[in-house]
């Protein structure tokens, strides 16, 4: 994000959409990377980024030119661990769900054994 804050001269919370997918687009970003300064100014957004669903996001990804999401490291790093341990988590949504859920207690999708 601090990029686009360059790129432009505002802060992003300040930028509408087309600004941000026009910023985008001048620096050639195709992929967005979340991090965690990134997750607290979503978080104070008005619909918390685990509430989303699944049609939100799709939705969002289809505005802003986003083709796929790859996991990152970090990410793999946690949910190979979290697999490890027992956890079982939504590949939908990535709610924690319970050793015998069948599907998931938030978004309702079949959890994958």
């Not at 941000?20 to 300064?37: C, D, F, N």
């Not at 802003?64 to 956890?87: D, F, Y």
């Not at 988590?89 to 978004?107: D, F, I, L, W």
Request: hydrophobic share 30%.
């Amino acid at each position: 994000m601090g990029r686009i804050e360059r790129e432009t001269g505002k802060p992003a919370r300040d930028l509408s959409e087309e600004e941000l997918v026009a910023a985008m687009k001048r620096l050639g970003i195709q992929k967005l990377e979340v991090t965690s300064e990134d997750r607290d100014v979503i978080s104070k957004s008005e619909k918390p980024v685990r509430d989303l669903r699944e049609k939100d996001i799709l939705a969002a990804m289809k505005r802003l030119g986003i083709q796929k999401l790859e996991l990152t490291e970090e990410n793999t790093r946690v949910i190979s661990q979290s697999t490890m341990k027992g956890a079982r988590y939504c590949v939908y949504c990535g709610n924690k769900q319970s050793p015998a859920a069948a599907y998931c207690e938030r978004c309702g999708k079949k959890i994958a054994n």
